[in-house]
């Protein structure tokens, strides 16, 4: 992805909410600046909209009106779910949330 690349901030605050591609906002949207939602890692997958590889299993702040790339990783299942802008689902149940 081309975009702000991946910061630790530490933990999100209400008062002191993260910016685009800050984290952590430990799954919670309003955690994140307005117009930004918290993006759920399982691991180190990609975060929409920003750059680097951040640190393994801290949420980040993503704008979801950027335009995001998709990644055809094959058939997801609820065993091994997707995350947002992954495929193949055929279920909700196949995706993250």
């Known amino acids: 992805e081309n975009g702000p690349f991946l910061v630790s901030t530490g933990w999100c605050e209400e008062d002191e909410p993260c910016g685009e591609c800050e ?3 430990d799954k919670n949207d309003w955690l994140c600046g307005p ?6 890692r399982k691991g180190d997958e990609a ?5 680097g590889e951040g640190e393994n299993k801290v949420h980040y702040c993503y704008d979801p009106n950027k335009g995001t790339s998709f990644d055809s990783l094959g058939q997801c299942h609820k065993d091994g779910p997707c995350s947002i802008c992954q495929g193949d689902c055929d279920f909700d149940s196949d995706c993250y949330g």
């Open 35 to 40: 117009g930004l939602l918290c993006f759920e």
């Open 23 to 25: 984290g952590n906002c």
């Open 47 to 51: 975060v929409p909209g920003c750059s």
